[in-house]
Every structure is written in C-alpha cells, then in structure tokens.
C-alpha cells in the first residue's frame, strides 16, 4: 500500500527524544521530509537522519512560548513550501520522586507539566494549521494515563486527558477543511527512562502483570502507529483515539485467576 507520505513535510515535537527519534526515521523511510524539533538535540537528531541518506533539518524552540512557536512553524513552511504531518509528540511528566498524592503534588510541576503537554499541543497545532493544506493530519500523543489515570501523577493524568478531547474537538472544526487529527496513546514503552522507572523491588513483574501481552512496547510500534494516522491509509479515521499498549486498557485482568 502507498502511505502517501513521500516528499511530504512532517513536523515532529521533541523529535530528539526516545520516541520521537523513531518517529522521524520511522517517516523519513517512508520518504518524508523531517522538521526535528526539539528544546534539545534538534540539529543532532536531523544530522543523524541526513547522514542516513534522508531529507530532515532541525529547529530547536520552546513549545511553551507560542511566539517562538509561530516564528518556527513559519521558518519550516517557507523551508520546506508547507506543512503536511504535524505530530505533537512532546512531552514530560514527574519523575520517580515527585511522584505524589495530590495533596503533596509540586505546584511547580503542575504547572510546568500542563504547559508542556497541554499548552504546547495547542500552541503548535494552533500555529501548523494555516499551512496544512487538503489531505494534511495532525497525530497528537497523550497516554493511556490521559484514559485510565495512574496514582501520584495527577498533572500528566490531567493534561494527556485534555490532549484527548483537545484533538477531538479539533479533528471537528478541522474536517471541512479536509485536514484529519488523531491521537495515540502509548502504554508503557521501553526506553532507557521508563526502564529505570520500573526497576527493582518487582516493579517491572507488577507492571507486566497489567498488560496482556505482557511486555512493553518498543519506540517502533509507537512510530509505526504514527506513520499509519497520518498516512493516506488513515483517510477516513479523524477524531480517534488508539491505545498502543499491549491491551493495558482492555480494562480486565491480564492473568487467569
Ligand atoms: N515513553 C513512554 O513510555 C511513554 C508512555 C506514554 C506516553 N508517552 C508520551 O510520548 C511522548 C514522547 O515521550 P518520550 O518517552 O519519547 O520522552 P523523551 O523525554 O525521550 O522525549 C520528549 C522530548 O520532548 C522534548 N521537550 C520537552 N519539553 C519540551 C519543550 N518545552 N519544547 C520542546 N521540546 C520539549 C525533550 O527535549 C525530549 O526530547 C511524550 O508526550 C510522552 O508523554 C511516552
């Protein structure tokens, strides 16, 4: 099947990180043109992909400062003549200890999490649409914890909830328009950090026993599910929401009892 998405511009956020790093060479395969974007490692990670023989650049800005944000959209459209895939892939969350209850939950991190993946999301959507023609998508990626809230991290629970309904309502307003928006949410994958996350103390036999399929899932499986949404394969899926979790949200138990 042709995925359409030969020569075509595709914008990642946090581009250099564990998964959007498998986003960008996952849509560089398929011939695509990367924007890396990136608070850290934007030039690195589109140095890596050119010396592969691919076509990307890097633009290193803060997805929380929307005038940066305007200024960066604006500087790849006229880089690259438009802006076919935005994936809204940055994000952060409290590592292992801020992770509290509620009532002792850092209102820094509060604050710095809910601008990060919420007000980010917005501000880089808000700023990609005017270049996104007929046939163009949007793939925003929350969590299963926007879907079924883990303890001790209500502001990562609280802001990948919002990206959920925030890409629904713009997958609405976006249609006539031709333009489809899609949001994906990962499980746990494994990668160095959330690696480190589950160690010891038989963390990582607890977290297992939740997932059907028993493992965590690879940056690949998270880029390919990427690559699919904004494909022309996806042409008539707008406004959904795809766990990409090795059945975690199915909801029942994942051990005979
Ligand atoms: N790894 C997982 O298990 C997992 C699970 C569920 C959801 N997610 C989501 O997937 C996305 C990618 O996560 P990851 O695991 O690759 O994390 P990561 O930390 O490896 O990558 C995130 C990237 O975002 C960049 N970034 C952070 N703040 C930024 C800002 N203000 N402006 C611009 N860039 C910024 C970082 O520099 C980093 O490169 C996140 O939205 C995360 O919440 C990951």
Same mark, same amino acid.
């Given at each position: ?9 595709? $914008? ?11 986003? &960008? ?37 803060? @997805? ?36 509290? #209850?509620?009532?002792?939950?850092? =209102? ?10 919420? =007000?980010?999301?917005? #501000? ?38 919002? $990206? @959920? ?8 307003? $976006?249609?006539?328009?031709?333009? %489809? &928006? ?6 746990? @994958?494994?990668?160095? @950090? ?15 026993? #939740? ?20 494909? =022309? ?10 766990? $990409? ?9 994942? %051990?005979?009892?």
């Amino acid at each position: 099947m042709n995925l359409g998405l030969n020569g075509k511009t595709v $914008v990642i956020t946090g581009g250099a990180g564990g998964l959007g790093s498998a986003m &960008a060479l996952a849509f560089a395969k398929e011939g695509a043109k990367v924007a890396v974007c990136d608070l850290r490692g934007a030039e690195q990670g589109a140095e890596a992909l050119k010396e592969q023989g691919f076509s990307a650049r890097g633009y290193a800005f803060d @997805i929380t400062d929307i005038t940066a944000v305007k200024g960066a959209m604006a500087q790849i459209a006229s880089d690259f003549g438009t802006i076919d895939v935005l994936v809204n892939n940055a994000g952060i969350n409290v590592g292992p200890d801020e992770r509290k #209850h509620v009532d002792e939950f850092s =209102d820094v991190w509060w604050e710095r999490i809910l601008k990060v993946d919420l =007000d980010g999301t917005y #501000h880089c959507t808000k700023c990609a649409l005017p270049y996104m023609k007929e046939g163009s998508s949007v793939v925003n990626i929350s969590s299963i914890v926007g879907m079924i809230p883990l303890r001790n991290q209500c502001a990562f629970a609280a802001a990948k909830a919002a $990206v @959920i309904n925030f890409t629904k309502a713009v997958a609405m307003e $976006v249609a006539p328009q031709g333009v %489809r &928006a899609n949001v994906i949410c990962p499980g746990t @994958i494994g990668i160095a @950090i959330t690696k480190a996350l589950w160690q010891g103390n038989g963390a990582m036999e607890g977290l297992l026993s #939740h997932i059907p399929m028993a493992r965590q899932g690879s940056p690949e499986e998270i880029a390919n599910a990427t690559v699919f949404l904004a494909s =022309d394969a996806a042409s008539y899926i707008t406004g959904a929401v795809l766990p $990409v979790d090795g059945g975690w949200t199915c909801g029942g138990f994942a %051990r005979n009892f």
